[in-house]
């Protein structure tokens, strides 16, 4: 199923959890609140199997938290952001 496009496999499997590209499509509008209910779900069970999305959420969540105190964000957050987009240039979306 795999070789499916996406839009075809959601067709078939609605409340499949997102695959990585879905989840980074789909992930800064999951962290400030703006997806509707199955959307916000099959994120969520992604980013719970997927230790790669599960860090880049956990590393923007970071960024957004010191941007609403105003302070710089946590040096090991802006490390892992920056290896992680270096990961995509070189190795693209899984």
Do not use: W
């Not at 400030?32 to 230790?51: I, K, N, P, Q």
Request: proline fraction near 7%.
């Amino acid at each position: 199923m795999d070789a499916l496009p996406t839009t075809i496999r959601r067709r078939l499997r609605p409340n499949a959890p997102a695959n990585c590209r879905e989840a980074a499509t789909y992930l800064q509008a999951y962290l400030d609140g703006e997806l509707d209910d199955r959307t916000v779900e099959r994120v969520a069970a992604h980013l719970e199997v997927c230790r790669r999305c599960g860090l880049e959420a956990a590393t923007y969540h970071a960024i957004k938290r010191a941007l609403a105190r105003r302070s710089a964000p946590p040096p090991d957050a802006l490390t892992r952001l920056h290896h992680f987009a270096e990961q995509l240039v070189t190795e693209g979306p899984r």
